[in-house]
């Protein structure tokens, strides 16, 4: 259900579901939405006073998911606008030329192209976008690799492409597929993921052996997920 308290002279909307748990739990999500599970039979008043005494802790929590949203329109290909590229945003130059060429370079992405017209500017910068995708992704998984050398895990063949629904997942072959739009994002959620995916080598499913490894390999992997998730969202 719906509800809403005032702190000061700012208001918190948020939904309230009771379901079956021992304690209260506040969740602010990436998308800026507040949740809050309380177990079966709490008493709402109680419920409401304890959500806002944590008003101060979600009103910061909101903001700094503000901080890391770009804010990016839809993409049109033309001079000034900004693309993503490892957390970055960069300011579109088109350069008409005889060759095919992209550079990153001072907040600034150079586009030499032979063809100015958006969809093959598009096309292109997907391309260059994959590029450094298999560069980045691949130094990244060879620096993580040995930290899971006791787990004798082996080499794993990497895969990327662009997917609508998941950053990435593993096949028990030892196949890990990442998603092209992970380039887009910071370093540290680049690694969250690589990391994630290692660790399903090991153990396949959610179980707490599983995030107890994730845990120890990145400690906090729960800020570098939840920037990624509204970077990209």
């Known amino acids: 259900m719906k ?3 005032q702190f000061g002279t700012k208001n918190i909307d948020f939904t309230l579901s009771f379901v079956e748990r021992k304690s209260l739990a506040i969740k602010v999500h990436p998308n800026l939405k507040v949740e809050v599970l309380a177990p079966f039979g709490s008493d709402s008043k109680k419920v409401l006073a304890k959500v806002k005494s944590k008003a101060p802790w979600i009103l910061k ?18 001079n000034g606008e900004t693309h993503l590229y ?5 300011r579109l130059k088109i ?40 560069i980045v992704f691949t130094e990244m998984i060879n620096e ?18 662009r997917m609508s629904k ?3 997942s593993c096949t028990p072959a030892g196949k890990i597929i990442l998603n092209t739009e992970l380039i887009k994002a910071p370093k540290g959620s680049i690694e969250y993921v690589v990391i994630h995916e290692l660790a399903h080598l090991v153990h396949h499913n959610h179980t707490r052996p599983f995030f107890d490894l994730q845990n120890r390999m990145m400690p906090d992997w729960k800020k570098w997920k939840d920037r990624l998730e509204y970077f990209l969202a």
């Open 3 to 5: 509800q809403r308290i």
């Open 61 to 78: 929590q909101i903001e700094q998911f503000k901080t890391y949203k770009p804010g990016t329109p839809l993409r049109r290909f033309i």
């Open 86 to 90: 490892l957390g970055r945003q960069y």
């Open 95 to 134: 350069v008409p030329d005889k060759i095919n060429v992209i550079k990153a370079f001072r907040g600034q992405l150079f586009i030499h192209a032979t063809d100015t017209n958006k969809d093959a500017l598009e096309k292109q910068l997907q391309q260059w976008y994959k590029q450094k995708a298999t």
């Open 144 to 161: 993580i690799l040995p930290q899971f050398k006791k787990y004798k895990i082996k080499q794993p063949v990497l895969n990327i492409r």
């Open 166 to 168: 998941r950053w990435g």
